[in-house]
């Protein structure tokens, strides 16, 4: 099975930094790759898919790198409504589907 | 607008079984294949089921094979989960998905499943 790793585990930024999050995979999945964002009590929201694809309605400060087996979400300057928990998942296939252990952006 | 609506979670005993919900709308059902995505408290997301457009074909996380079924009446737009034999470590909110170009695009608001004694 392909593993998904992501660091770091918890970030501290402040509204207008620059933030990047790197996803690893065990193995390559080309460009398989989505991210997500996620806030309490709330159900995960796409962001990112095919590892650089910006999903309809998303702000363009939200970008995605990579392939193979290493990726980066990086959010160019951090806004107010960006604090949640991001998610890398391969999708390699129908078949299975691994998501990342996530990376909580919170206020320094 | 798309709108996925889950209902059937709970509080069940081990052993036990309970079957989700999901009333999709705002799309063509028919046309996408379907997933449930959990979480448990406190913890990350994982990919539990899929299904087919035409349930022809479902695939499921290790943890929940023989014990989980997904299914689908593309009839009444609506997707389920029956899970029998729960344990404790299946407690978490259950998410349906839908699968648009495999990612999953829309996301219901979820529904609790507790299982403990």
């Known amino acids: 099975d392909i593993q998904m790793t992501q660091s770091p585990s918890t970030l501290s930024a402040s509204v207008g930094d620059r933030v990047t999050i790197t996803c690893r995979a065990s193995?390559?999945?080309?460009?398989?790759l989505a991210w997500y964002q996620q806030k309490p009590g709330k159900a995960p929201k796409l962001l990112i898919y095919k590892a650089s694809s910006l999903e309809s309605g998303v702000p363009s400060r939200f970008s995605g790198s990579g392939s193979g087996t290493e990726f980066t979400l990086t959010i160019s300057s951090l806004q107010p409504d960006d604090f949640a928990t991001y998610y890398c998942?391969?999708?390699?296939?129908?078949?299975?589907?691994?998501f990342g252990p996530g990376t909580k952006v919170d206020i320094k | 607008e798309v709108q996925l609506v889950e209902s059937g979670g709970g509080l069940v005993q081990p052993g036990g079984s309970l079957r989700l919900s999901c009333a999709a709308s705002?799309?063509?059902?028919?046309?996408?294949?379907m997933s449930w995505v959990r979480q448990a408290p406190g913890k990350g997301l994982e990919w539990v089921a899929n299904?087919?457009?035409?349930?022809?074909?479902?695939y499921y996380v290790d943890s929940v094979k023989g014990r989980f079924t997904i299914s689908r009446d593309n009839a009444k737009n609506s997707l389920y989960l029956q899970m029998n034999s729960l344990r404790a470590e299946d407690t978490a909110v259950y998410y349906c998905?839908?699968?648009?170009?495999?990612?999953?695009?829309?996301w219901g608001q979820g529904t609790l499943v507790t299982v403990s004694s």
């Open positions: 998905a839908r699968d648009g170009a495999v990612v999953h695009d829309y």
């Open positions: 705002g799309f063509t059902f028919s046309s996408y294949w």
């Open positions: 193995q390559s999945i080309s460009s398989w």
């Open positions: 998942q391969q999708y390699n296939s129908y078949s299975r589907f691994t």
């Open positions: 299904i087919k457009q035409d349930g022809s074909e479902k």
